[in-house]
């Protein structure tokens, strides 16, 4: 039986306040020149201090939800993919679970960073293959700007808030839907981007709070170079395990961290820039969220269309790496 998992529906969330390249001129020692030439971030959006990570979440799922006509009571499963969970625990998953209403679902948190969405999607996929489950919520969710260190030039300027969900549900013929899932991981190389301190490693304590050792910190430079090779690696592991040539893709949806990782992927690619999609403009990297938060954009002003060859990537702490390959 080569029914595949279709997704029946996307959404999106970004919180109101925006806070522009102009904005963190005022900030740090920086410019929105040298932040738009660099990573073709122009905003990003911050949450509100009562926004937690479910919010975004749910409101996400809920979007996704009304495109997929599922009424969320009847989720089997809630997959909340994130790195900026609400609580140490319960899960994030819980609480949209209880936002939603999906009284019936199981809910669990994963956390792959900024590869998350691909990580939750593969799992999400495995369930309803198997034949588990008939109807899966992924979401990807961040509240990054609450774990930045907003003095460090080097990391604030990049991230932002969000969040992205899609509908999994079995399709009714072999053709549309997930192909194949390809995840990667590297944890020789955790230091790269991490949050150091605050919990078990490094309990929160007076002296972590002052060092700052609480917000997120990153080799900009190195994960750069790692990204752009592994990515490349990634999308060469789709192509040869579907036996397909770059002719056949129509849409690149690359983890939105930096416009040039995403240009040199597509090259690699040989694909046009028209042919991928790219959001990071508005809202920066929002790690798990931005891959969902893309492919939304894209689904609602209609570029990507039934019967189009998807590839989704993305790459991030852990480090983790991975692709998806849909027929839409
Ligand atoms: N504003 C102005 N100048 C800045 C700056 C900022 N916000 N941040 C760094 N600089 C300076 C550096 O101090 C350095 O100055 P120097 O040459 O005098 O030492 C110069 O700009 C170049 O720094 P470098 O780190 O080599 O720049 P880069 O071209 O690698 O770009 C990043 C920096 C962070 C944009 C880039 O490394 C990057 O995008 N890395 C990957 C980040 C990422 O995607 N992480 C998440 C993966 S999921």
Partial sequence: MNTRTVIAGTGSYLPEKVLTNFDLEK??????????????????HLASPEEATSDLATK?????LDMAGVDPADLDLIIVATLTPDHYFPST???????????????????????GFIYALTVGDLF??????????????????KFLDWEDRDTCILFGDGA?????????????GIISTHLHSDGSMAELLYVPAGVSRMPISKEAIDQKLNT????????????????????????????LGEEDIDFLVPHQANLRIIQATARKLKLPMEKVIVTVDIHGNTSA????????????????????????????????????????
Wanted: hydrophobic share 50%; net charge neutral; glycine share 12%.
């Fill in 27 to 44: 900030m740090i020692d920086t410019s929105a020149d040298w932040i738009l030439s660099r990573t073709g971030i122009r905003e990003r």
């Fill in 60 to 64: 996400a799922g809920r979007a996704a």
């Fill in 93 to 115: 998953a819980g609480f949209v679970q209880r936002n939603l209403g999906a009284g019936k679902a199981a809910a669990f948190d994963l956390e792959a960073a900024c590869t």
């Fill in 128 to 145: 309803i293959k198997t034949g588990t489950y008939q109807k899966v919520l992924v979401i990807g969710a961040e509240v990054l700007s």
């Fill in 164 to 176: 992205g969900a899609a509908v999994l549900v079995p399709g009714d013929d072999s053709e549309r």
């Fill in 216 to 243: 997120l910190k990153m080799r900009g430079h190195e994960v750069f170079k790692v990204a752009v090779t592994r990515l490349s690696e990634v999308v060469d592991e789709v192509m040869e395990a579907n036996g």
């Fill in 289 to 328: 969220a931005s891959v969902p938060l893309a492919l939304d954009a894209a689904v609602r002003s209609k570029r990507i269309n039934k019967g189009d060859m998807v590839l989704l990537e993305a790459f991030g702490g852990g480090l983790t790496w991975g692709a998806a390959l849909v027929r839409w």
